[in-house]
Protein backbone atom coordinates (compact mmCIF):
# COMPACT_ATOMS: atom_id res chain seq x y z
CA UNK A 1 0.00 0.00 0.00
CA UNK A 2 1.15 3.52 -1.00
CA UNK A 3 2.12 5.91 1.83
CA UNK A 4 0.08 9.12 2.25
CA UNK A 5 2.24 11.57 0.32
CA UNK A 6 4.72 9.19 -1.40
CA UNK A 7 4.75 8.03 -4.66
CA UNK A 8 4.86 4.80 -5.90
CA UNK A 9 7.64 2.39 -4.54
CA UNK A 10 9.48 2.65 -8.44
CA UNK A 11 9.65 6.22 -8.11
CA UNK A 12 10.86 6.29 -4.35
CA UNK A 13 13.36 3.17 -5.67
CA UNK A 14 14.67 6.10 -8.39
CA UNK A 15 15.09 8.84 -6.43
CA UNK A 16 16.95 7.04 -4.12
CA UNK A 17 19.34 5.63 -6.48
CA UNK A 18 19.79 9.29 -7.95
CA UNK A 19 20.19 11.05 -4.56
CA UNK A 20 21.57 9.08 -2.27
CA UNK A 21 24.55 8.03 -3.42
CA UNK A 22 25.44 12.02 -4.67
CA UNK A 23 24.49 13.20 -1.63
CA UNK A 24 26.74 10.80 0.50
CA UNK A 25 29.72 11.27 -2.12
CA UNK A 26 28.93 15.52 -1.66
CA UNK A 27 29.51 15.68 2.20
CA UNK A 28 29.55 14.73 5.51
CA UNK A 29 26.33 14.95 7.46
CA UNK A 30 25.67 16.68 11.33
CA UNK A 31 21.79 16.33 11.66
CA UNK A 32 20.01 18.31 14.51
CA UNK A 33 16.83 17.68 16.27
CA UNK A 34 15.23 15.59 13.79
CA UNK A 35 13.18 14.09 16.36
CA UNK A 36 11.33 17.46 15.81
CA UNK A 37 9.85 16.24 12.58
CA UNK A 38 6.92 14.84 12.51
CA UNK A 39 6.92 11.02 11.22
CA UNK A 40 3.16 10.92 10.55
CA UNK A 41 0.46 13.76 9.30
CA UNK A 42 0.27 16.70 6.76
CA UNK A 43 3.17 19.47 7.13
CA UNK A 44 4.57 22.34 5.53
CA UNK A 45 8.48 21.92 6.01
CA UNK A 46 9.75 25.54 5.70
CA UNK A 47 13.63 26.39 4.95
CA UNK A 48 16.58 28.52 3.67
CA UNK A 49 17.53 27.94 0.08
CA UNK A 50 21.20 28.58 -0.28
CA UNK A 51 22.55 26.87 -3.35
CA UNK A 52 20.53 24.54 -6.14
CA UNK A 53 22.11 21.65 -4.50
CA UNK A 54 20.19 21.92 -1.19
CA UNK A 55 17.12 20.68 -2.63
CA UNK A 56 18.76 17.45 -3.17
CA UNK A 57 20.66 17.06 0.94
CA UNK A 58 17.53 18.88 2.31
CA UNK A 59 15.40 15.90 0.14
CA UNK A 60 17.22 13.36 1.83
CA UNK A 61 17.67 14.40 5.23
CA UNK A 62 13.58 14.19 5.18
CA UNK A 63 13.69 10.80 3.50
CA UNK A 64 15.96 9.39 5.86
CA UNK A 65 13.67 10.34 8.77
CA UNK A 66 10.75 8.95 7.18
CA UNK A 67 8.95 11.77 5.16
CA UNK A 68 8.42 12.11 1.37
CA UNK A 69 9.27 15.67 0.07
CA UNK A 70 6.73 16.97 -2.02
CA UNK A 71 8.86 19.60 -3.84
CA UNK A 72 7.60 22.71 -5.60
CA UNK A 73 9.68 22.80 -9.23
CA UNK A 74 9.09 25.29 -11.79
CA UNK A 75 6.42 24.57 -14.45
CA UNK A 76 9.32 24.53 -17.14
CA UNK A 77 10.74 20.81 -16.11
CA UNK A 78 7.38 19.07 -16.41
CA UNK A 79 7.37 20.15 -20.65
CA UNK A 80 10.88 18.16 -20.47
CA UNK A 81 11.26 14.92 -22.13
CA UNK A 82 12.24 12.28 -19.21
CA UNK A 83 12.72 14.75 -16.79
CA UNK A 84 8.72 15.96 -16.88
CA UNK A 85 7.68 12.47 -16.68
CA UNK A 86 10.20 12.04 -13.25
CA UNK A 87 9.17 15.44 -11.31
CA UNK A 88 5.59 14.22 -11.95
CA UNK A 89 5.54 10.75 -10.74
CA UNK A 90 7.82 12.12 -7.23
CA UNK A 91 4.45 13.75 -6.84
CA UNK A 92 6.25 17.37 -7.18
CA UNK A 93 4.45 20.69 -7.75
CA UNK A 94 4.58 22.79 -10.82
CA UNK A 95 4.73 26.84 -10.33
CA UNK A 96 3.82 29.01 -12.59
CA UNK A 97 5.70 31.84 -11.62
CA UNK A 98 4.59 35.67 -13.01
CA UNK A 99 1.14 34.10 -14.65
CA UNK A 100 -2.54 34.17 -13.53
CA UNK A 101 -2.12 30.25 -13.20
CA UNK A 102 0.01 30.99 -9.63
CA UNK A 103 -2.35 29.94 -7.60
CA UNK A 104 -2.75 26.48 -9.09
CA UNK A 105 0.32 25.67 -7.54
CA UNK A 106 -1.12 26.67 -4.00
CA UNK A 107 -4.12 24.37 -4.57
CA UNK A 108 -2.12 21.56 -5.07
CA UNK A 109 -0.53 22.19 -2.06
CA UNK A 110 -3.59 21.89 -0.74
CA UNK A 111 -4.34 18.56 -2.08
CA UNK A 112 -0.98 17.29 -0.93
CA UNK A 113 -1.49 18.21 2.83
CA UNK A 114 -5.10 16.68 2.60
CA UNK A 115 -3.31 13.31 1.32
CA UNK A 116 -0.92 13.51 4.66
CA UNK A 117 2.12 14.76 3.00
CA UNK A 118 5.12 16.94 3.61
CA UNK A 119 5.00 19.52 1.51
CA UNK A 120 8.45 21.43 1.17
CA UNK A 121 8.81 25.19 0.59
CA UNK A 122 11.36 27.77 0.18
CA UNK A 123 9.77 30.81 1.14
CA UNK A 124 12.14 32.68 -0.31
CA UNK A 125 11.25 32.03 -3.40
CA UNK A 126 15.08 31.59 -4.94
CA UNK A 127 18.40 31.97 -3.53
CA UNK A 128 19.13 33.98 -0.74
CA UNK A 129 20.73 37.22 -1.80
CA UNK A 130 22.41 38.49 1.40
CA UNK A 131 25.84 38.56 1.79
CA UNK A 132 26.26 36.51 4.77
CA UNK A 133 23.83 34.02 3.65
CA UNK A 134 21.08 34.61 5.81
CA UNK A 135 17.45 34.59 4.86
CA UNK A 136 15.45 37.15 2.84
CA UNK A 137 12.09 38.31 3.15
CA UNK A 138 9.54 35.77 2.39
CA UNK A 139 6.84 35.21 0.12
CA UNK A 140 3.60 34.40 1.86
CA UNK A 141 2.10 30.73 -0.14
CA UNK A 142 3.68 28.56 3.10
CA UNK A 143 1.81 31.00 5.43
CA UNK A 144 -1.24 30.83 2.96
CA UNK A 145 -1.32 27.32 3.01
CA UNK A 146 -0.89 26.71 6.85
CA UNK A 147 -3.88 29.15 7.81
CA UNK A 148 -6.38 27.83 5.10
CA UNK A 149 -5.48 23.87 5.86
CA UNK A 150 -4.18 24.41 9.66
CA UNK A 151 -0.90 21.97 9.19
CA UNK A 152 1.54 22.66 11.39
CA UNK A 153 4.49 24.32 9.90
CA UNK A 154 8.04 22.62 10.95
CA UNK A 155 11.02 25.11 10.34
CA UNK A 156 14.19 23.50 8.74
CA UNK A 157 17.72 25.73 8.56
CA UNK A 158 20.55 24.24 6.65
CA UNK A 159 24.25 25.11 6.15
CA UNK A 160 26.85 24.38 3.68
CA UNK A 161 25.39 23.76 0.35
CA UNK A 162 26.37 26.89 -0.82
CA UNK A 163 30.24 26.10 -0.20
CA UNK A 164 29.53 23.08 -2.59
CA UNK A 165 27.72 25.20 -5.25
CA UNK A 166 27.93 28.76 -4.57
CA UNK A 167 24.71 30.45 -6.12
CA UNK A 168 25.36 31.26 -10.11
CA UNK A 169 28.60 29.02 -10.39
CA UNK A 170 28.14 25.60 -12.32
CA UNK A 171 31.33 24.26 -11.53
CA UNK A 172 30.71 22.52 -8.02
CA UNK A 173 33.46 22.74 -5.71
CA UNK A 174 33.73 18.41 -4.68
CA UNK A 175 36.63 18.21 -2.17
CA UNK A 176 37.63 18.62 0.38
CA UNK A 177 34.26 16.91 1.29
CA UNK A 178 32.20 19.71 3.02
CA UNK A 179 29.38 18.98 6.13
CA UNK A 180 25.97 19.65 5.77
CA UNK A 181 24.20 21.02 8.78
CA UNK A 182 20.29 20.58 8.93
CA UNK A 183 18.36 21.50 12.49
CA UNK A 184 14.94 21.50 13.01
CA UNK A 185 12.76 23.83 14.97
CA UNK A 186 9.37 23.62 17.16
CA UNK A 187 6.43 24.21 14.62
CA UNK A 188 5.71 27.63 14.51
CA UNK A 189 3.10 29.30 16.69
CA UNK A 190 0.48 30.73 14.04
CA UNK A 191 -2.26 30.22 16.69
CA UNK A 192 -2.47 34.14 17.00
CA UNK A 193 -3.52 34.74 13.26
CA UNK A 194 -5.77 31.79 12.75
CA UNK A 195 -7.74 32.75 16.18
CA UNK A 196 -8.35 35.79 14.43
CA UNK A 197 -9.73 34.67 10.80
CA UNK A 198 -13.32 33.87 12.28
CA UNK A 199 -13.62 31.25 9.19
CA UNK A 200 -12.37 34.42 6.54
CA UNK A 201 -9.73 33.76 4.09
CA UNK A 202 -6.41 35.43 5.59
CA UNK A 203 -5.83 39.35 4.31
CA UNK A 204 -2.59 40.39 3.19
CA UNK A 205 -1.79 42.22 6.37
CA UNK A 206 -2.45 38.94 8.14
CA UNK A 207 -0.03 36.94 5.44
CA UNK A 208 3.15 39.23 5.96
CA UNK A 209 3.07 39.19 9.75
CA UNK A 210 2.39 35.05 9.66
CA UNK A 211 4.94 34.90 6.82
CA UNK A 212 7.24 37.09 8.87
CA UNK A 213 7.00 34.97 11.96
CA UNK A 214 8.06 31.92 9.89
CA UNK A 215 11.20 33.33 8.26
CA UNK A 216 12.12 34.32 11.50
CA UNK A 217 11.92 30.86 13.06
CA UNK A 218 14.11 29.71 10.43
CA UNK A 219 16.44 32.63 11.03
CA UNK A 220 16.46 31.35 14.70
CA UNK A 221 17.52 27.79 13.44
CA UNK A 222 20.35 28.66 11.52
CA UNK A 223 21.74 31.27 13.92
CA UNK A 224 22.10 28.85 16.20
CA UNK A 225 23.60 26.35 13.63
CA UNK A 226 25.92 28.70 12.46
CA UNK A 227 26.58 29.65 16.06
CA UNK A 228 26.17 33.51 15.28
CA UNK A 229 23.57 36.22 15.71
CA UNK A 230 21.16 36.91 12.85
CA UNK A 231 20.48 40.41 11.64
CA UNK A 232 18.07 42.46 13.29
CA UNK A 233 15.77 42.47 9.57
CA UNK A 234 15.75 40.27 6.74
CA UNK A 235 17.65 40.90 3.45
CA UNK A 236 15.37 42.41 0.63
CA UNK A 237 15.90 40.81 -2.46
CA UNK A 238 16.72 43.77 -5.21
CA UNK A 239 13.85 44.09 -7.69
CA UNK A 240 16.06 43.25 -10.16
CA UNK A 241 17.75 40.18 -9.01
Known sequence: MRRPGWPTRFWVAVAVVIVKP???????????????????????MVTNHLSW????????????????????????LFSVPVIGRMVRAMRAIPV?????????????????????????????????RDPDFWPMEGKTGAARLALETGAPVIPVAHWGAQEILPYGSRRPRLLPRRTFRVQVGAPVDLSKYR????????????????????MAAITAQLAELRGRQAPAAPFKKPSHG
Open 22 to 44: ISWLLVKKEWRHAERLPREGAII
Open 53 to 76: VDPFLVAHFLYDHGRWPVVLAKSG
Open 195 to 214: EGLGGRPPGAETLRAATADI
Open 96 to 128: YRGSADAARSLEASRERIDEGACVMFYPEGTCT
